[in-house]
Structures are given as C-alpha cells and as structure tokens.
C-alpha cells in the first residue's frame, strides 16, 4: 500500500478503530510522564504537544495539555477528534512531511502510527519529529518490535498496512536523527496487547524566551 492507500484505509476503518479500542490503559499514563518530564521554560505554561497518528482523539490527545495539535491522515478520524476533544488544533497532514513550521513543539506523543508508513520513510518521519520539536524537545512514541511489511486484511473490518525495520533499527533512526537518552517502557495498548514504548530527548538545550512562545 502507498502513501494514499494508506489514507483511504483509515478513511475506512477511523470509526470501527475508535468504537472498539479502550481509552484507558497504561499507554495513556505514560502521557503523565512525559508532561512531567518536561523542563523549564515549558513548565512556565502548558507544554505544546502534537500528537502525530491522533484518530479520533480519545486515547492520547484528550490526556494532553489543552490547545495541543492533533495530525491525522484520515479527515474522518479528525472529524472525530473534533468531537471528542473540542479545544485540541487539529491538522490534517502526513508525517513524512508535517505541514508545520520548525521548533514549534515542546514534546511530540506518535502512538501506534508511524508503523503504518513503509518503513523506508522511517528516518524522514523521525526527521520531521526533530525538526518541528524544540531543542530539549521529548518525544513519546510506540516502538515495534519486529521487523515487518504487511497488509492484515480484516482489520477493523476493512485492511491496514503496516511496515517497521526491527526494534535496534528503530532506535538507531532516533539517534541519528539527534534523539538522546533513549528510555523504553512497556505499557498496554488500545487493544490490550503489551507494547513496548520509547521516550526520547532531542539534544540541545532550551534557550528561547517563554513570552517568546506562539
């Protein structure tokens, strides 16, 4: 599936995925900790997330500060997102390339999404994170544990790509696009699975001015 299958195939399934996933679970409290993890001059006001992959919104955009930004690929799961988190900024986009402006974010949450671009992009997509977070910036994302391409059909009723390099490959893309002190944690997942997450600093430190802040 290509860039575009992908999209329609969540335009598809966005719906069946938010009724029958959990909002609750261990994933979710791992939010907690990375708000907590983040450093002046973020702590001076709400830290400024964007949660990359958010669906409709339920199960990592409603546990983040309000006014934080939402990206989807699929405008059905946006329209969700609206109506479950109706003070969230919501941008429809792709993550290969965020339709977003440099050194704009605190922290960014990626949850159970970028697995479903060809791991190929990979390192772009982890790019885009470094280039839209600040210095010092956090990242909280999903981390595979396999080394995978495939399309399941019959998931959620419809079909679904996913595609990933290996867990050591993984953290090798994060360190070279300038993510430090890689921590991993296992939680659960939306649908009860036990999955295994990474947190992670992009290096640098924090020099701007907290007014300076949009």
């Known amino acids: 599936m290509d860039r575009n299958d992908v999209r329609r ?15 609750d679970g261990s ?4 939010i907690d900790d990375l708000l907590d993890s983040l450093s002046p001059p973020a702590s001076v006001d709400a830290p400024l997330v964007l949660d990359v992959g958010c669906g409709d919104g339920a ?3 409603a546990n ?4 934080s930004v939402g990206l989807d690929v699929s405008r059905r799961g946006l329209d969700l997102a609206a109506e479950t988190v109706p003070d969230a900024r919501l941008v429809h986009g792709e993550m290969s390339a965020l339709p977003i ?14 697995f479903h671009v060809e791991r190929e992009r990979h390192p772009a997509v982890y ?29 959620m009723d419809g079909e679904m790509f996913f595609s990933a390099p290996g867990r050591e490959r993984t953290l090798d893309q994060l ?4 993510f430090t002190d890689v921590e991993t944690r296992t939680a659960t997942d939306p649908l009860g699975s036990s999955t295994e997450f990474a947190f992670a600093t992009l290096a640098g430190d924090r020099t701007e001015d907290p007014q300076s802040r949009p």
Do not use: K, N, Q
């Open 9 to 23: 195939a969540w335009e598809d399934v966005a719906a069946t995925y938010a009724a029958r996933r959990d909002p």
């Open 27 to 30: 994933d979710a409290a791992l």
């Open 59 to 61: 199960r990592t955009l």
């Open 64 to 67: 983040l500060p309000p006014g």
């Open 101 to 114: 402006g440099d050194d704009r974010f605190d922290a960014i949450t990626a949850y159970h999404a970028v």
């Open 127 to 155: 790019d885009e994170f470094a280039r839209v977070l600040r210095p010092g910036g956090r990242l909280l994302m999903t981390l595979p544990s396999g080394r995978f391409e495939t399309v399941r059909r019959g998931w």
């Open 175 to 178: 360190r070279t696009a300038g």
